[in-house]
């Protein structure tokens, strides 16, 4: 049987809301990409729209929302204004079929476009997926930090991951 999926990748719209809650709360619920616990609301995912420095963008797979990546603020301090954490979630129903590599292949030129110069994450040594994708779009990772926080009462470590965007870093 063939795969009549269409993946397009494109700027997420306030209406797509309710989808990326939808597939951040499988994250959340699954306890692999993030120390969040609680579950987001329609509220908190709207609350992301409007800012030109931070991109969101979902990927678009026959017309309904497979999955979605953001830049966020990385730290207040104006010298850290073109560093963006990102984080990058798949529904479980697409995982493992190519739709981080669809939205990462956008997103990495979309913050360049923003203005960004690099971008940091923080990945569960146990999330190989998540490490891969950021492998393969050219991500190094840089360290560990041990016990970084608890979730559900247990210590856990990360492993930080950077990439350059090297167009807006030329200059020196």
Same mark, same amino acid.
């Given at each position: 049987?063939?795969?009549?999926?269409?993946?397009?990748?494109?700027?997420?719209?306030?209406?797509?809301?309710?989808?990326?809650?939808?597939?951040? $709360?499988?994250?959340?619920?699954?306890?692999?990409?993030?120390?969040?616990?609680?579950?987001?609301?329609?509220?908190?995912?709207?609350?992301?729209?409007?800012?030109?420095?931070?991109?969101?963008?979902?990927?678009?797979? $026959?017309?309904?929302?497979?999955?979605?990546?953001?830049?966020? $603020?990385?730290?207040?301090?104006?010298?850290?204004?073109?560093?963006?954490?990102?984080?990058?979630?798949?529904?479980?129903?697409?995982?493992?079929?190519?739709?981080?590599?669809?939205?990462?292949?956008?997103?990495?030129?979309?913050?360049?476009?923003?203005?960004?110069?690099?971008?940091?994450?923080?990945?569960?040594?146990? $999330?190989?997926?998540?490490?891969?994708?950021?492998?393969?779009?050219?991500?190094?990772?840089?360290?560990?930090?041990?016990?970084?926080?608890?979730?559900?009462?247990?210590?856990?470590?990360?492993?930080?991951?950077?990439?350059?965007?090297?167009?807006?870093?030329?200059?020196?």
């Amino acid at each position: 049987m063939s795969d009549s999926r269409t993946i397009g990748v494109r700027a997420a719209r306030f209406s797509d809301s309710a989808e990326i809650v939808r597939i951040y $709360n499988q994250g959340i619920e699954r306890r692999i990409a993030t120390f969040e616990t609680r579950l987001r609301t329609l509220q908190d995912v709207e609350s992301w729209f409007g800012d030109p420095n931070h991109p969101i963008l979902v990927a678009d797979i $026959n017309g309904g929302v497979g999955g979605w990546i953001s830049a966020s $603020n990385y730290r207040a301090r104006e010298c850290y204004a073109g560093i963006a954490e990102f984080s990058v979630y798949i529904a479980t129903e697409q995982q493992g079929k190519g739709v981080g590599s669809h939205l990462m292949q956008a997103f990495i030129p979309a913050c360049e476009t923003a203005g960004l110069w690099k971008l940091v994450s923080r990945i569960f040594p146990e $999330n190989t997926a998540s490490r891969a994708l950021c492998h393969k779009f050219g991500f190094r990772e840089v360290g560990v930090y041990e016990k970084h926080a608890k979730l559900d009462g247990i210590w856990r470590d990360v492993v930080i991951v950077e990439r350059l965007l090297e167009k807006n870093i030329a200059d020196g």
